[in-house]
């Protein structure tokens, strides 16, 4: 659960700038390097919504193509295409 112990300190940087925004923040999780059929990325999203949070539909699983592209391009986009697509709905993309 150490990665889940991260996000308390996002959501409190995100509320430290709302003040400062003239237009309302839209912030939303992005279920990343996730292990294929794991039952920890279920109980994780329910958790993260549960707070309160927005937690896209899109999973990105752990891909050895993309943690070895270090320096390198990434050609195919695989998941990462359908979460900018999500993302771009929430409007978080203009």
Not at 2 to 27: F, H, M, N, Q, S
Request: charged share 25%; glycine share 8%; hydrophobic share 40%.
């Amino acid at each position: 659960m150490g990665e889940y112990e991260r996000p308390p300190e996002v959501w409190a940087a995100i509320d430290d700038v709302k003040p400062l925004r003239a237009t309302p923040l839209v912030a939303a999780v992005l279920m990343n390097r996730t292990v294929t059929n794991a039952n920890s990325t279920p109980m994780f999203r329910e958790l993260m919504t549960d707070e309160g949070h927005t937690v896209l539909s899109t999973t990105i699983p752990r891909r050895e193509p993309i943690a070895q592209a270090f320096g390198g391009p990434v050609t195919d986009l695989g998941r990462y295409a359908d979460a900018a697509e999500e993302i771009e709905t929430l409007g978080a993309g203009r």
